[in-house]
């Protein structure tokens, strides 16, 4: 299986699933340039590309030259990870049930939020992650995975359990669909 991971930041999960599955990551695309998770690809070997919405006219000719760019590594799967933008149609169409998302909370808690697991983390409810399909909503797919986690007092240790979490069940999800 040859997977593309987008991410839009740091890329801790990116760094995860390339690491677990060195062979299987083809691609990692990132929409801002100045991404950390652009210098861990170049530390890994894995080829990256960027560029962002401004550069284009629309929305869809973003996404189209994103499933061109697909389509050149010939992705079976992409994993979002940490990527904020919401899939539009012209990429949901051409991966359409080829898209997976890993989400900083218990859905259906705090679904579409950017700010998931500091809204969680403040209201002690909807702590965890969920791995699930991407469709036409946000954050609305049809769940693979869930982990719930235990409040912390400390913002950044919470921050710190959820991305170990992450990373655990992200490569547990991602093992088992390649293995179907």
């Not at 930041?9 to 340039?33: H, M, V, Y």
């Not at 808690?109 to 697991?117: I, K, M, R």
């Not at 965890?128 to 036409?136: E, K, L, S």
């Amino acid at each position: 299986m040859r997977i593309a991971v987008f991410a839009s930041g740091s890329g801790s999960n990116f760094e995860a699933l390339a690491q677990a599955f060195p062979t299987e990551i083809q691609l990692l695309f990132s929409d801002k340039t100045e991404a950390y998770a652009l210098q861990r690809a170049q530390q890994l070997n894995v080829p990256s590309v960027s560029f962002t919405l401004k550069s284009f006219a629309n929305k869809q000719t973003y996404e189209e030259a994103i499933v061109s760019l697909l389509r050149e590594y010939q992705i079976d799967l992409v994993c979002l990870a940490g990527y904020m933008k919401i899939v539009g149609p012209t990429l949901l169409q051409a991966y359409e049930g080829r898209i997976i998302n890993i989400h900083p909370s218990y859905l259906p808690a705090f679904a579409g939020s950017a700010h998931a697991l500091e809204e969680s983390w403040e209201a002690q409810k909807g702590l965890g992650i969920t791995v699930h399909w991407v469709d036409a909503g946000v954050d609305t797919g049809k769940i693979l995975a869930q982990q719930q986690l235990d409040y912390h007092p400390e913002l950044a240790e919470y921050e710190k359990k959820l991305h170990q979490a992450e990373h655990e069940l992200y490569i547990k999800v991602v093992e088992e669909l390649i293995k179907k």
